[in-house]
């Protein structure tokens, strides 16, 4: 049974919430292109620009509808392959948490990463002055 504010005529659609999307979980392996896709970005920059804006750091980006954390290194020189985290790394300095189907949309579509993480959809750990920097580079 479908309930309506009254006075509000009956989609039919089935879902509870017009607003609600689609949201089709990503493999693992579309997240890991998708992150190289971001990486990949960076390291074309101009040396200069990027020599002037990134410090060495690693990144994490955990996805916790996978159960999978993969891990890079961005600095001056370029970016790390993106891989995944095993046992023994240390905690990256900047971390990233987001499902799956987030991390994708953020690949393809760089201007949405300040929105996921207005909305909650994206969690960032990390100095705040390595953030700024970063969200200059997307």
């Given at each position: ?116 993480w207005v909305t909650g959809r994206l969690k960032v750990q990390g100095n705040v002055f390595d ?8």
């Amino acid at each position: 049974m479908m309930l309506t504010w009254p006075g509000t005529p009956a989609t039919g659609s089935g879902k509870e919430n017009e607003l609600e999307s689609e949201v089709r979980m990503a493999t693992a392996e579309e997240c890991r292109k998708a992150l190289e896709g971001l990486t990949a970005r960076i390291s074309e920059m101009n040396p200069e620009d990027r020599a002037a804006n990134l410090a060495d750091r690693t990144l994490s980006c955990e996805i916790p509808d996978l159960g999978v954390t993969f891990l890079t290194r961005l600095g001056p020189d370029g970016a790390d392959p993106v891989r995944e985290a095993g046992e023994g790394d240390n905690a990256a300095q900047v971390r990233f948490i987001a499902n799956s189907d987030v991390v994708v949309s953020i690949a393809d579509n760089p201007g949405s990463f300040a929105r996921a993480w207005v909305t909650g959809r994206l969690k960032v750990q990390g100095n705040v002055f390595d953030l700024l920097r970063l969200r200059k580079l997307m």
